[in-house]
């Protein structure tokens, strides 16, 4: 076993973080009309200049902006692609928690053009984050391209634009294509892609939800692996790519559960990434025994520390976790991380920045006694 020094290292996370309270002030503020843009992003910056530094200070060796600029970790890219509008409803869409249901009401997106990749999404977000670090790897996630799909099917795709699907994941994976190029050249080496439905589709509820927008719930997963290898046919020489497969988070709360057998073959036999950041933090994850399809020479980030809740785990139980999952793929194919982000929305999970500290550190600490 020994250490790495390219990504995804043994200490990795997700990528969002706690937003500070002056950054949620600012926020309001600047949507109130009384604090510029220009202001607005002053404040961005200092507050991503200090998660920047709580990362290097816990011994990470990777860096994101915490996503700080961001409403959610999703919609902000998804909304910047040309074809992509708000339309006037909101979804609502039921968590689950320790407290009870949530409901979260975003707003509906649609597909009402042929969707192209205009500005670089992002761009100056990770110019900015990359200026910050210092031996750190910038890390940069965006949303999978499955999530343009996945809510709400083939009902909010204008039909006058795609008659058939194959031509908007088409366009869909050439803009993402475009998206990851030119990321590439600004010197984006680590990117990961989050992907919810790879591990919401795992849940017979969700399947039968597929189901019921007109979907195939028995090959839907099958779709998006070939649609994001598409995306990434041409991604850069020597950046690393991973994908990070949650059920759900938001203010604590999950969305699906299940362990990751029924799409485990595919996933990890047929999706083109480096790496995986895999939720694994109590039952609704089910076990280790999927990874038994992982092929050597790809990556998996356990994600044992959870974020949903701020008691601490115990680190003689990540090793022995670590251990278990070591059954069924090498341990130098292992890495470690919490389980999903911190704040996936700008609402955050139900934790203080310190039990947020305290779980990052105890992510590179219980890696560097497994590793060195």
Request: negative net charge; contains cysteine.
């Amino acid at each position: 076993m020994s250490p790495r020094d390219t990504p995804p290292f043994r200490a990795d996370h997700v990528g969002s973080l706690l937003r500070p309270p002056e950054l949620l002030h600012a926020r309001e503020k600047h949507a109130a009309g009384r604090l510029s843009a220009a202001d607005l992003r002053a404040t961005e910056d200092a507050a991503i200049r200090d998660a920047v530094a709580l990362q290097r200070d816990v011994g990470l060796r990777c860096a994101t902006d915490g996503e700080f600029r961001r409403a959610s970790w999703h919609m902000d890219f998804i909304y910047r692609l040309d074809g992509v509008s708000r339309a006037d409803e909101q979804l609502t869409v039921r968590f689950e928690s320790d407290e009870g249901e949530i409901d979260f009401h975003p707003t509906a997106p649609q597909v009402t053009a042929p969707i192209r990749l205009g500005e670089t999404i992002f761009a100056d977000d990770f110019r900015a984050l990359a200026s910050m670090v210092d031996e750190a790897t910038p890390k940069l996630t965006i949303p999978s391209p499955s999530m343009v799909h996945y809510g709400a099917g083939r009902a909010r795709i204008d039909r006058g634009v795609y008659p058939e699907l194959e031509g908007f994941y088409a366009d869909l994976s050439a803009a993402y294509a475009q998206e990851i190029a030119r990321l590439g050249e600004l010197g984006c080496t680590y990117l990961q892609l989050d992907d919810t439905s790879l591990a919401y589709l795992n849940d017979p509820r969700q399947r039968a939800f597929i189901a019921g927008l007109g979907g195939d719930p028995e090959r839907q997963h099958e779709t998006y692996i070939a649609n994001l290898n598409a995306a990434l046919a041409g991604r850069p020489e020597g950046m690393t790519v991973s994908t990070h497969l949650c059920r759900g988070n938001f203010r604590s709360a999950w969305r699906a559960e299940g362990g990751y057998d029924f799409v485990a073959e595919a996933l990890f036999g047929e999706l083109d990434v480096d790496a995986y950041f895999l939720e694994f933090d109590d039952e609704r994850s089910g076990g280790f025994e999927p990874l038994r399809f992982v092929p050597k020479g790809k990556l998996v980030v356990l994600g044992l520390v959870t974020t949903k809740r701020p008691a601490l785990e115990a680190k003689d139980e990540l090793k022995r976790r670590i251990e278990e999952a070591s059954r069924y793929i090498d341990v130098d194919q292992l890495c470690l991380s919490p389980q999903c982000g911190f704040s996936s929305t700008v609402e955050g999970n139900a934790l203080t920045v310190d039990d947020e500290i305290a779980k990052l550190a105890l992510v590179v600490q219980t890696a560097q006694e497994v590793w060195g």
